[in-house]
């Protein structure tokens, strides 16, 4: 039965710089890298290739000694020219050289066969193998599913509304048979339904509501309305010891080219935008792209972040960083490093705040206003206080202010009774952003899974 969700509670925040909807021409990085880093939980990876050697796209580069079967995968074919380790060796990035045509680059094959006729186990093992597994995330943690592992069902959101986020229907427009053909495998992997979640507020028939074997949800309403994890609250909470998956729209569909073409395919599109974008647009790339050739000549010349993803969750990285694995967007945005006369007391209508006693004036304008933020905080961390504004942003049946302090507090009953087996980063940051005490409540609630996890 599908379900038909209006959510009451959000905050959109409208940043100027949207990309506009067309792809540009470019070259293609030279350097691409896979980087652990990404992938929350990963613990002692093992490299399984050397700087020097040669790979194919889908040539498998390391695993995890606590997930050995999950292989994670060169996004390009080319050399491998850096291993780069942190402190104490921690290893941070492989970086490929790419080949010269790239756009003709060699493809590791996989041998496939009809999916209606293959077991599960078989479907395992090829993804495991090909490089598409760390696509498949588990509720609760956040972390890379284990293969071993039956969810009760698994979910797919098809649309984004952080912000600047890419336009899910127009990156994806033309994979509608590989999404199929992904969705078709993942309801081999669930002992329930696999759920796919569309908007509503679109104001257009979704390019994602035709599909078969899946629940059609749709859901409507402010940011995180997109969250995966609004919908399976809604739709199948996660209790304690309950286990849900989900899978990116872009994973869905890299999952269904594995099964229609043999073949590991990282190719992405992303978007480009921010304030400090000449000109935002979207651009063809592969996972994992060096962002330079991006932005060459297409930034303002004053001092910028750039965020691999979005405002609220994305990674800083440098002007010659790579894109995250999950990430389809680059942001650019001023950096707040200037101290600001009389701050949030100075009358204006230009700030962005959900607080309607700041900013004064800022409420009044209207809703589609885009506004230019910088990465100042307009404040500093002090005391816990109570606002109430967590739950007037989070759709869903959680306090969040009490969760935080029970997870602050070490406590593993407040926390599971207070809903934390539902959350992850992306589900806080909306209340990180309206936190007038400044914590790093992404943070907090990560330490909160680790300890429920390690418990």
């Excluded at 800022?362 to 816990?384: C, M, P, Q, W």
């Amino acid at each position: 039965m599908s379900h038909t969700i209006k959510l009451k509670k959000g905050f959109d925040i409208n940043l100027s710089g949207k990309a506009e909807k067309k792809l540009a021409e470019c070259d293609q990085p030279k350097t691409f890298a896979l980087k652990p880093t990404d992938f929350v939980g990963i613990q002692r990876p093992k490299v399984l290739v050397s700087e020097g050697d040669t790979v194919k796209a889908g040539t498998p580069l390391l695993f995890c000694k606590m997930l050995e079967d999950v292989k994670y995968c060169s996004p390009v074919s080319g050399e491998i020219i850096e291993i780069k380790r942190g402190e104490k060796r921690k290893l941070l990035e492989i970086i490929i050289l790419a080949d010269e045509k790239i756009v003709s680059e060699e493809y590791k094959k996989f041998s496939i066969s009809d999916i209606q006729k293959t077991e599960k186990q078989e479907i395992v093992d090829l993804m495991l193998k090909s490089g598409v597994w760390p696509n498949i995330i588990q509720r609760p943690y956040g972390v890379v599913a284990n293969p071993e592992e039956t969810p009760k069902s698994i979910f797919v959101s098809t649309f984004d509304t952080n912000p600047l986020a890419a336009d899910i229907s127009f990156t994806l427009k033309g994979d509608e048979n590989s999404f199929q053909a992904g969705i078709n495998v993942l309801t081999k992997l669930t002992s329930g339904k696999v759920n796919v979640g569309i908007n509503s507020n679109a104001g257009q028939v979704s390019m994602f509501s035709a599909i078969k074997n899946a629940e059609i949800n749709t859901i409507s309403g402010k940011h995180p309305a997109g969250n995966v994890g609004v919908h399976i609250h809604h739709i199948d909470p996660v209790a304690k010891g309950d286990l849900v998956w989900t899978v990116s729209a872009y994973g869905v569909v890299q999952i269904g080219k594995l099964f229609l073409e043999g073949k590991y395919d990282a190719t992405k599109i992303i978007a480009l935008a921010g304030s400090e974008v000449k000109t935002p647009q979207y651009y063809k790339t592969f996972t994992g792209a060096c962002i330079n050739k991006f932005i060459d000549n297409n930034v303002s010349e004053q001092e910028v972040r750039f965020i691999s993803g979005n405002v609220l969750t994305g990674e800083k990285i440098k002007s010659d960083g790579y894109l995250g694995f999950y990430h389809d967007q680059v942001t650019v945005i001023p950096e707040g490093n200037q101290s600001e006369f009389l701050g949030w007391i100075l009358p204006t209508i230009n700030k962005l705040s959900f607080h309607k006693a700041f900013g004064l004036l800022s409420f009044l304008n209207s809703k589609e206003k885009e506004y230019v933020i910088d990465t100042n905080l307009k404040g500093e961390h002090r005391a816990f206080v109570q606002t109430g504004m967590f739950e007037k942003v989070t759709p869903m049946d959680i306090l969040p202010t009490y969760l935080i302090k029970a997870i602050l507090a070490e406590d593993y009953d407040e926390m599971e009774g207070l809903g934390i087996y539902e959350m992850i980063e992306e589900d806080i940051a909306l209340c990180e952003f309206v936190d007038v005490s400044k914590n790093n409540l992404q943070k907090i609630l990560r330490d909160g899974l680790t300890l429920i996890k390690n418990s």
